[in-house]
Structure formats: structure tokens, C-alpha cells
């Protein structure tokens, strides 16, 4: 129930913060396609840290999901679909997840 609570509560905040105006990221350091890069590779992390013991496949199915799905929801905001950004979100994701399996191989050769 909590890893639920948990993945509710960054859909929510992601979504949000990927539907404001395109102007709010010109303020982060990058401006707005590093803005996706860095959401995206937070997201990343996060799903596969509270899924840890799902498949790959299956947190991959459910971060992919959500970066599509909001990209294609800010046709009905002030931003709009750009196959750009999705690059940069899928960039983000694709860096989060050799991230994370570092850390993972790492942490296995210490034990």
C-alpha cells in the first residue's frame, strides 16, 4: 500500500510539473530540454528503486508510459508534443538506468 501511496504521489508531482508552461524551465540550468533530462532521470530512479523487484521490462513498460503519456497530455496545456523532448526524456531514462544498475552491481560486488 505505501509503495502505492508512493507512485501515486510521483505521478501526480511529475505530471505536474511537466504540464506547466515552458517558460518556468528557462530558470533551470539547461533551460527546458535538460529540464526533461533531469525529471526523467529522477522518475526513473525512483520507479525502479519502489519496483525493485518487478521485472526490467515491467518498469521500464511503466516509466515509458508516463514519459508518452504526459508528453502527448501538454497537447491540451499551453506546451505542446515534441518528438525533441521525448528524446531528451527517453536520454534521462536511458542515464537513470545505467545509473542505477552501477549502483546495483557495485552494491552486489561489497556482499
Not at 15 to 29: E, G, T, Y
Not at 41 to 67: D, E, S
Amino acid at each position: 500500500m505505501k509503495k502505492i501511496s508512493i507512485f501515486i504521489g510521483i505521478i501526480v508531482i511529475y505530471s505536474a510539473i511537466m504540464l506547466l508552461p515552458r517558460d518556468l524551465f528557462i530558470q533551470v540550468p539547461g533551460g527546458d530540454n535538460f529540464g526533461h533530462i533531469y525529471l526523467d532521470f529522477l522518475l526513473t530512479i525512483i520507479i525502479f528503486y519502489i519496483f525493485y523487484n518487478f521485472k526490467f521490462i515491467y518498469k521500464l513498460i511503466i516509466v515509458l508510459g508516463m514519459t508518452i503519456l504526459v508528453e502527448i497530455l501538454q497537447n491540451l496545456t499551453t506546451r505542446n508534443f515534441s518528438y525533441q523532448d521525448l528524446l531528451y526524456n527517453f536520454l534521462g531514462i536511458s542515464i537513470a538506468i545505467t545509473v542505477y544498475y552501477f549502483f546495483i552491481i557495485i552494491k552486489n560486488k561489497k556482499n
